[in-house]
């Protein structure tokens, strides 16, 4: 189970910070996990935001290259992404995705935290 947090309403500019921490994992299965979050937004598809390799390698959408930025604590379980910079086209429901290589990479998802921007 993926536990997302860090959701809420902000003004355009501002800055939120969004955590993910999977329960029940060991250290050595996080480790060796592809971590990420995707974003819905009303009436589109889901999208990747920004994921990160277990080599710490992150990847973005362009939309969001150089105001968010993804980062991940092995030793705590935990991924993170920090967004500055947020405008109204952010607003969405942000999802944390995880691909454990222990569990054949099957796709787990969390629940969805809101993030919502206003102008």
């Known amino acids: 189970q993926l536990q997302a947090s860090g959701g809420g309403s902000v003004q355009a500019g501002g800055s939120l910070r969004l955590s993910c921490a999977p329960s029940?994992?060991?250290?050595?299965?996080?480790?060796?996990?592809?971590m990420g979050w995707y974003r819905q937004a009303p009436g589109k598809e889901r999208e990747l935001v920004a994921s990160t390799t277990r080599s710490d390698i992150p990847n973005y959408a362009d939309s969001v290259k150089g105001r968010f930025t993804i980062s991940r604590d092995n030793n705590k379980k935990a991924v993170y992404l920090q967004m500055n910079s947020l405008t109204p086209e952010d607003t969405a429901v942000y999802y944390c995705?995880?691909?454990?290589?222990?569990?054949?990479?099957?796709?787990?998802w969390g629940q969805g935290t809101l993030v919502t921007v206003s102008s």
């Open positions: 995705h995880a691909r454990f290589t222990a569990y054949s990479n099957i796709d787990y």
């Open positions: 029940r994992i060991i250290l050595s299965t996080f480790r060796d996990s592809t």
